[in-house]
């Protein structure tokens, strides 16, 4: 009678034991889980930061092929001094101040005598200043000049098949020849 109490206590114990084990596994599996709530709400803020772009054409993402219709999540006010036309052409680019230098390809979607909207499949900083080449269509001499990046969108497309990202880019003209100048303006006002 005693060994059997003696063996129902021991086992009470073992059995209190592994509770205590069980709250303290359940305390921190729970803190875990906190923290993990915590990082996908900072994360779903700074997603929520971002101007995303949502296309209708995923297919047609390609930085080298002509820019989609797309849904504007946000807007920003219109602070434009001159005229856009609607252009897709490609554009080399090549972030300046950055080693090594390389020359990369871009799309434009609208030209104006002030600046560039360029489509690229990086992420590229505010501030940043782009050495660009761009050819206008029917014009066989290349348009050189330097952007400073004003405004950047990250642009977030999905289909059933695949999820592709790319960044937006605002880019003002800082150093043009005048008579480039000059040249986009034209071709902005004919195409009209």
Avoid at 112 to 140: K, M, T
Wanted: glycine letters at 4%; charged letters at 35%; one cysteine or more.
């Amino acid at each position: 009678m005693i060994k059997n109490a003696f063996l129902w206590l021991k086992n009470l114990f073992s059995a209190q034991t592994i509770i205590k084990e069980l709250k303290e596994k359940n305390s921190e599996l729970e803190q875990e889980i906190s923290k993990q709530a915590e990082e996908r709400l900072k994360l779903q803020k700074e997603i929520d930061s971002l101007k995303i772009t949502i296309s209708s054409k995923p297919a047609e993402l390609d930085v080298h092929s002509p820019c989609p219709k797309e849904k504007k999540v946000t807007s920003f006010p219109e602070r434009r001094k001159f005229s856009r036309l609607e252009l897709s052409v490609d554009i080399k680019y090549s972030v300046i101040g950055k080693e090594p230098l390389l020359e990369k390809q871009g799309r434009s979607k609208n030209i104006s005598p002030a600046g560039i909207y360029l489509i690229v499949d990086e992420q590229i900083e505010l501030g940043d200043v782009l050495s660009l080449v761009i050819r206008l269509p029917e014009d066989d001499h290349p348009i050189q000049v330097k952007g400073v990046v004003r405004w950047k969108a990250f642009v977030w497309v999905t289909d059933t098949t695949d999820t592709r990202t790319r960044w937006d880019l605002g880019i003002e003209f800082i150093d043009i020849n005048e008579d480039d100048r000059q040249k986009i303006s034209k071709f902005v006002f004919v195409s009209f």
